[in-house]
C-alpha cells in the first residue's frame, strides 16, 4: 500500500471548516483513499474513501487532486465532537492486509 | 442497530491464565479483523478471517490465536498472556467486495500482570 504524509496537528475553530490534508503521492491506478478517526481510545471510525473523484456524505466531503498525489478531507462545520485523530489510508479496495493507520492528523477544535 | 461487539470492556488477568476476548458482528461481513495498539507503535493487525474457517497472521501474530466458526464471530485467544499482551485491542470487519470502510469495535483494555 502507497505510504501517505499527514500534518502531525490542527487546529480548528467550531463552526468553521476543517480542511484536513495528505500527501500519497506514489499511489497506485487500482488504491483508494480511505479516511478515518479515533476518538480518545474509542474504536476507529470510518469516515469516507474515494478512487479518483470527489466524494461526500453526511459527515465529510473528500477532495482528490487530478494526479491522485493528494486529497483533502473537510469537515463543513467542525464541533467539538470532532476533535480526533485523522488517518488517511491508502491501500486496494479489499484485502486481508492490515490497514496501515500512520500517526494520524491530530484535530483539535477549539470553542 | 449494526456494530461489533466486544467483550469484555476491561480485563486484568495474571501472566499464563489462558483468556479469550470475543467479537461478534450483526452485519453478516465476511471479513473480520484484530488489531492492538499501543502508545508509539499505533495499530497493528494480529489476525484476520476473509471468511469462514479462513484466517491468517497479520503483522503481530505471536502469542495469539483465533478461530473463525461462524460467520459473526471471531474469538482471540491468548493461550498464556504475557505482560508485552498488555495493549488495548480492537475488532473490525468488513464487508466482501469493491471499497468498503471498516467497522471496529469499542475495544478491550487488557492488563497482564
Known amino acids: 500500500d502507497a505510504k501517505t504524509t499527514q500534518p502531525p496537528s490542527m487546529d480548528c475553530a467550531e463552526g468553521r471548516a476543517a480542511n484536513l490534508p495528505c500527501n500519497h503521492s506514489?499511489?497506485?491506478?487500482?488504491?483508494?483513499v480511505y479516511w478515518y478517526r479515533q476518538i480518545h481510545s474509542q474504536g476507529p471510525q470510518y469516515i469516507i474513501h474515494g478512487l479518483k473523484n470527489n466524494e461526500t456524505n453526511e459527515m465529510a466531503s473528500l477532495i482528490i487532486t487530478e494526479d491522485r498525489k493528494s486529497s483533502t478531507l473537510i469537515l463543513p462545520h467542525a464541533t467539538l465532537r470532532d476533535t480526533a485523530v485523522y488517518y488517511c489510508?491508502?491501500?486496494?479496495?479489499?484485502?486481508?492486509?492490515?490497514?496501515?493507520f500512520g500517526k494520524g492528523t491530530s484535530l483539535l477544535v477549539t470553542p | 442497530e449494526a456494530q461489533v461487539t466486544q467483550n469484555p470492556r476491561y480485563l486484568i488477568t495474571v501472566t499464563g491464565k489462558k483468556l479469550t476476548v470475543t467479537c461478534s458482528q450483526n452485519m453478516n461481513h465476511e471479513y473480520m479483523s484484530w488489531y492492538r495498539q499501543d502508545p508509539g507503535l499505533g495499530l497493528r493487525q494480529i489476525y484476520y478471517?476473509?471468511?469462514?474457517?479462513?484466517?491468517d497472521k497479520g503483522d503481530v501474530p505471536e502469542g495469539y490465536k483465533v478461530s473463525r466458526k461462524e460467520k459473526r464471530n471471531f474469538p482471540l485467544i491468548l493461550e498464556s498472556p504475557s505482560p508485552n499482551q498488555t495493549s488495548l485491542y480492537f475488532c473490525?470487519?468488513?464487508?466482501?467486495?469493491?471499497?468498503?470502510?471498516?467497522?471496529f469495535g469499542s475495544g478491550t483494555r487488557l492488563t497482564v500482570v
Open positions: 489510508i491508502v491501500r486496494v479496495a479489499y484485502s486481508g492486509y492490515a490497514l496501515n
Open positions: 478471517s476473509m471468511n469462514v474457517e479462513v484466517t
Open positions: 473490525a470487519s468488513s464487508q466482501k467486495g469493491t471499497a468498503y470502510g471498516y467497522t
Open positions: 506514489t499511489i497506485s491506478g487500482n488504491e483508494y
